[in-house]
């Protein structure tokens, strides 16, 4: 079993939807991430959570320590929110990222 | 203020040769951490560097080697290529040392295929 699963592996959804990708760990974390990389291998990273919740215009992560899960949400989503949508935990000692497969997100028009 | 540089962008090798990869981070960031990604293995932790010292190392061979300078830009090198070394490199960069623990701000990666 992975240290950090994501679901689902991918996801298609209409212009406008809501969108939820979660993230499950197993590890003591220091922080979680959230990143996104489009085609061409980019990656920016979208939010660095250690508890309660973040937002950053339509996307909002929400993390719940106590029962190591995390969910990444997109609101009114939009084409150009296609991208793979990785998941990663920092190790307790704060060093060491672990990746979850990621989640390719298709929104068409 | 300029991003994170990853130089060459891409790259071909032979089975055998060695190759070195150069990051530069932002201005004022300190800490450098490397990562591989493959279709098979996803992202993986490589090194994480700062103050031109190791800080941690993820569960690769010692084939795998980096540095950093004092100026903060980092390389890392892999000696005796295999096949399984073609992958996309990326690092990245944070004010503090502990990469798992600090906003990261990423390269846009070094493709690398070997022959």
């Known amino acids: 079993k992975n240290e950090v699963e994501q679901s689902p592996q991918n996801l298609t959804a209409q212009e406008g939807e809501f969108i939820t990708i979660n993230c499950s760990y197993s590890v003591g974390i220091s922080a979680l991430h959230w990143l996104q990389q489009h085609p061409g291998g980019g990656i920016v990273s979208l939010f660095m959570?250690?508890?309660g919740k973040k937002k950053h215009g339509r996307l909002i992560a929400t993390i719940n320590i106590q029962e190591k899960h995390s969910s990444l949400h997109i609101t009114a989503s939009h084409p150009r929110d296609s991208a793979v949508y990785i998941c990663?935990?920092?190790?307790?000692?704060?060093?060491?990222?672990?990746f979850g497969e990621g989640t390719q997100l298709t929104v068409n028009p | 203020k300029a991003g994170v540089t990853q130089t060459p962008r891409y790259l071909i090798k032979t089975r055998g040769q060695q190759v070195t990869l150069s990051c530069s981070p932002i201005?004022?960031?300190?800490?450098v951490s490397w990562y591989q990604q493959t279709p098979g293995q996803g992202l993986q932790f490589l090194f994480e560097?700062?103050?031109?010292?190791?800080?941690n190392k993820g569960n690769f061979p010692g084939r795998f080697s980096g540095r950093q300078f004092s100026n903060s830009r980092s390389e890392m090198n892999v000696s005796t290529l295999e096949l399984g070394d073609s992958a996309l490199y990326l690092c990245?960069?944070?004010?503090?040392?502990?990469?798992?623990?600090?906003?990261?701000?990423f390269g846009a990666g070094s493709r690398l295929t070997v022959l």
């Open positions: 959570l250690s508890s």
């Open positions: 990663a935990v920092g190790e307790t000692s704060g060093s060491r990222l672990t």
């Open positions: 560097y700062f103050s031109e010292t190791q800080r």
């Open positions: 201005s004022g960031h300190r800490s």
């Open positions: 990245a960069s944070s004010w503090l040392v502990a990469a798992g623990a600090n906003v990261l701000t």
